[in-house]
């Protein structure tokens, strides 16, 4: 009996274990959240406008969504791939109050159209973002901005970098460029 229910426990941790951990790292990316002081830092350098929509290409717990939408007034959408995370997500951004400014889809961020973002929030390893660029920028509004920690864009030149090159920034700026060419 009791080995039975030891068993039982092993096997849901197990279970647990390859929805929240071992899946999200074969199929993008690994589950490690932004600090909330580098969250602070990342919103404040992509200078987002109160009412732009951000997207968080796997959002996790949510935090990234909350912060954007309770301190810099954005609309903000997240794309997880664990139904645990994102039912811990969406507790969370009903507990903060935010249901309003906040919508979390659970999908493959492999398979999601960016059309309506102006900023993306990518927090990805580089297996990951090499998967999505430079396809994804098909998608984007020419003046969409993407917003990377940690890791660049390879073969992409970012518009702003920090001073301890955590945070990188892309503006798209193509109409910007044609005019140039006026
Ligand atoms: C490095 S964490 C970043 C979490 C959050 N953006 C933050 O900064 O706190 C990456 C997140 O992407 C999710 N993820 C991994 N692969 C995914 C996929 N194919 N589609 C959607 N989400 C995915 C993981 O579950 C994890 O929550």
């Given at each position: 009996?009791?080995?039975?229910?030891?068993?039982?426990?092993?096997?849901?941790?197990?279970l647990l274990l390859a929805m929240v951990v071992i899946g999200p790292a074969l199929f993008g990316s690994p589950w490690h959240p932004?600090?909330?002081?580098?969250?602070?830092?990342?919103?404040?350098?992509?200078?987002?406008?109160?009412?732009?929509?951000?997207?968080d290409l796997g959002s996790g717990d949510g935090r990234v969504l909350i912060a954007a939408a309770k301190?810099?007034?954005?609309?903000?959408?997240?794309?997880?791939?664990?139904?645990?995370?994102?039912?811990?997500?969406?507790f969370?951004?009903?507990?903060?109050?935010?249901?309003?400014r906040?919508?979390?889809?659970?999908?493959d961020l492999f398979d999601t159209d960016y059309g309506e973002a102006d900023i993306l929030f990518v927090?990805?390893?580089h297996q990951a973002i090499d998967?999505?660029?430079?396809?994804?920028?098909?998608?984007?509004?020419?003046?969409?901005k993407i917003l990377c920690y940690r890791f660049c864009i390879r073969g992409m030149t970012p518009d702003k970098v920090n001073a301890?090159?955590?945070?990188?920034?892309?503006t798209r700026n193509k109409g910007a460029r044609v005019n140039q060419f006026r």
């Open positions: 009996m009791t080995a039975t229910l030891i068993s039982i426990l092993a096997i849901g941790a197990a932004i600090s909330r002081k580098d969250l602070k830092r990342a919103l404040d350098f992509c200078e987002a406008q109160a009412g732009e929509r951000l997207v301190q810099y007034g954005l609309l903000a959408t997240g794309i997880e791939i664990d139904p645990l995370k994102v039912w811990l997500s969406s969370r951004v009903r507990r903060e109050g935010v249901q309003d906040v919508y979390i889809v659970q999908a927090y990805l390893t998967k999505l660029f430079p396809k994804i920028l098909e998608q984007l509004k020419p003046t969409a301890d090159k955590t945070l990188f920034l892309y």
